[in-house]
């Protein structure tokens, strides 16, 4: 038994995409700022990717800029408004406390080159009130940088009315969508949206390639500074048979869209009556606003990271919250926004299903986190003190 559930962190390249992909390697192999045939062959394929990715969240061609995934569009949307908002003295940029690490390390570089950040609440569901944004924009506000779907804990934010609030008081909005491209209908122009940030791996493309769309009129800064590729805004020789796949990979992505997220979300579901069975366990972020594979829990007494070991055992791989934090004692900073407390938010598991997973997939992941949760209270210290009344309950 193997069941991937930390689609979240990465997907599985799609078949298709995997063979544009070496089909590119093999066929279009030219650099695509060569004059000769095969360069220009190569930047054909190029060209007609940026059309297709363009049309696909209804932009202009013109508008989309590749990468080398999320981290960088995400770096270099920051980067670029704040160099728009410093030119006219205006230092201060909106966030939320939830984001990736690729943004709030961003904002934290900016802030000690004197930015001013406001990081707003997100609430116990997880979700940024669009109020609080207009409340908090100012005279010298910048940018406002909220994500479109957390990546932990699933919640979706209501970014349209976000867009309009930031488009009324004439501020730029840039969104991390990487969690939302390819898994919820995007369109740039109805969402009032300035600047996306995209990465392929996250919707079964391949990784080390993204991209950034950039509303017409918004001047990029360079973050990798080199050759003229990408009109002059991101130098290297282009990744074209990445570009390709992830091409391929996000056709797929929209075609098979709202077939998935009915399957996926009936499944998701059944995962989080069944898990919320389990005594003292809570969902993180709202049960309804949520990406259609993101199941994300709270259980008391124990360690996420040895509920994740035990698990990975019964051939179940999942997660407790992002990657980039696995690996270091502190609990997820996400969690800790929602207004978890650290021994809460220690004992968390983030399911992140896909397509494959099937029905019995789902009972049997039910049957063994209860098993494995269980387990582990029988021999957990702070599952001792709480049961016997020397510490108090929360969940
Ligand atoms: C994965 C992820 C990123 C980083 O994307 P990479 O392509 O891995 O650099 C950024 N933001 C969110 C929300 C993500 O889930």
Request: with cysteine; net charge negative; proline share 3%.
């Amino acid at each position: 038994m193997a069941i991937y559930a930390d689609n979240a962190a990465t997907t599985k390249i799609s078949d298709a995409a995997l063979e544009t992909m070496t089909k590119c390697m093999k066929e279009n192999w030219g650099n695509p700022s060569s004059l000769y045939t095969v360069g220009q062959d190569a930047k054909e394929v190029l060209e007609i990717s940026r059309e297709e990715i363009a049309s696909l969240i209804n932009a202009d061609p013109r508008e989309i800029t590749f990468t080398s995934g999320g981290s960088e569009a995400d770096n270099q949307a920051i980067r670029s408004a704040a160099a728009i908002g410093k030119r006219k003295g205006k230092m201060h940029i909106i966030s939320t406390a939830f984001e990736h690490h690729a943004v709030l390390h961003t904002l934290d570089a900016l802030k000690a080159e004197g930015f001013e950040i406001t990081l707003l609440d997100v609430h116990e569901n997880g979700l940024v009130i669009p109020g609080e944004v207009e409340a908090a924009i100012r005279e010298d506000t910048c940018l406002v940088t909220v994500m479109y779907a957390n990546n932990e804990i699933g919640t979706i934010q209501p970014i349209r009315e976000i867009g309009q609030i930031c488009r009324k008081k004439d501020v730029i909005f840039h969104t991390d969508a990487v969690q939302a491209v390819g898994h919820l209908p995007i369109d740039v122009a109805a969402d009032n949206i300035d600047m996306l940030s995209a990465s392929a791996h996250k919707f079964h493309g391949p990784k080390g390639v993204g991209f950034l769309y950039t509303r017409k009129g918004i001047p990029l800064t360079n973050i990798i500074n080199g050759g003229a590729q990408e009109r002059g805004k991101r130098a290297g020789t282009e990744n074209v048979p990445g570009i390709a796949a992830m091409v391929t990979a996000l056709k797929e992505a929209c075609a098979g869209m709202e077939a998935n997220a009915a399957s996926l979300s009936a499944k998701r579901d059944a995962l989080i009556k069944g898990l919320g069975a389990i005594p003292h366990s809570a969902l993180n972020g709202d049960a309804v606003r949520r990406l259609p594979g993101n199941v994300n829990f709270c259980f008391e007494g124990i360690e996420g990271e040895s509920l994740l070991l035990l698990l990975d055992d019964k051939g179940i791989q999942a997660s407790s919250g992002s990657a980039c934090t696995s690996g270091s004692l502190d609990p997820s900073h996400v969690l800790l926004a929602i207004g978890r407390v650290h021994d809460v938010a220690h004992g968390s598991l983030r399911l992140s299903i896909g397509e494959d997973i099937t029905d019995r997939d789902v009972e049997y992941i039910i049957r063994s986190v209860g098993e494995v949760v269980e387990y582990l209270r029988s021999f957990s210290p702070i599952w001792r003190d709480l049961t016997s009344g020397k510490k108090q309950f929360i969940l």
